[in-house]
């Protein structure tokens, strides 16, 4: 059974800093390119980075030079680092992992971005 948990959602201040981590388990961890998406209220849901498994990395436009996106495969952990995180970056942030047709979802964790 696979299972992706996030953690280390919260509130966060503009300009501040934030690391999301998903612990995943039941899979062969290294061959899964792995990705956080986040969906805002009213919003549809968006990829916000991603990492294969050879470790190349792609972001959305409004999060490059803010986030960063790395794996651990001896902890088959992924993290996303937020850097100056904005208002508009509240969202609910969900990991995903993913090869060829087969991909898993984890529940998610909120952030919110607000002074």
Known sequence: QVQLVES????????????LSCAASGLTFDIYAMG???QAPGKERELV???GSD???NY?????????ISR??????VYLR??????EDTAVY??????????????GTQVTVSS
């Open 94 to 107: 969900y990991c995903n992992a993913f090869r060829l047709r087969v991909e898993h979802w984890g529940r």
């Open 49 to 51: 980075a991603r990492i």
């Open 72 to 77: 651990d495969n001896a902890k088959n952990t």
């Open 55 to 57: 470790f190349s990395t």
């Open 8 to 19: 280390g959602g919260g509130l966060v201040q503009p300009g501040g800093s934030l690391r």
């Open 36 to 38: 956080w998406y986040r």
């Open 60 to 68: 959305v436009d409004s999060v490059k030079g803010r986030f960063t």
């Open 82 to 87: 937020m850097m100056s995180p904005k208002p």
